[in-house]
């Protein structure tokens, strides 16, 4: 992969999984209700998910791209469920206390963030449409797609560790106004449901 075929693609990454999204709003949620530390979990389980996905996105783009037709209505409704649930979960959770004996809240955990990944259709549609413009132009080799998974999941996980800190940053914000701040974060994931529904 040439030099500035690279930069392009990691200026594409970072602009495109930074912007608020499922994983960042639940990360920024994470962080702000359970601290940083609590949050890592959750967070390397999108990693791991995220660049399982842009393997089989690179791998796979060709099929896929034959295949997406058929298939993105049905990856649209099952990642807008999931979203969702994990919206209303937000919605719906109590603030988490200073005692662990007493918390009634849990973390999400690694598997919750691993799985996300196959049902986000921001990150599956990023993926695909990464690879057909970075990389398929200039020939699909091994070493070309496996730079390409792992600039794309580095670029998230920068995103990332910036929207969990900020949240960690306003733990004791959220402990003062947790429910507004859960609702707030619900509604951004609510609205995430609607851009992959209707826009």
Not at 101 to 106: C, L, N, Q, T
Request: net charge positive.
């Amino acid at each position: 992969m040439q030099l500035s075929i690279f930069f392009s693609l990691t200026a594409y990454a970072c602009a495109t999984t930074w912007s608020p999204g499922p994983n960042n709003i639940l990360l920024l949620t994470s962080g702000g209700q359970f601290g940083f530390k609590k949050t890592l979990p959750l967070m390397r389980g999108i990693w791991a998910g995220l660049i399982t996905v842009m393997v089989i996105c690179g791998f796979g783009c060709a099929f896929l791209g034959s295949l997406i037709p058929s298939v993105e209505k049905y990856a649209r409704l099952t990642g807008a469920a999931y979203i969702l649930w994990l919206g209303f979960k937000t919605l719906t959770r109590p603030v988490s206390s200073s005692d662990p004996k007493s918390e009634k809240a849990v973390p999400l955990r690694f598997i919750n963030g691993f799985l996300l990944q196959f049902l986000n259709v921001k990150i599956l549609m990023l993926g695909i449409a990464a690879y057909c413009s970075f990389v398929l132009p200039y020939g699909t080799t091994v070493p070309a797609t496996l730079i390409f998974a792992v600039a794309m999941a580095a670029c998230a996980a920068t995103g990332n560790l910036i929207w969990a800190a900020a949240g960690s940053l306003l733990f004791p914000v959220y402990r003062r106004h947790y429910r507004a701040f859960n609702v707030i974060m619900a509604l951004l994931l609510f609205w995430c449901v609607y851009k992959i529904l209707f826009i």
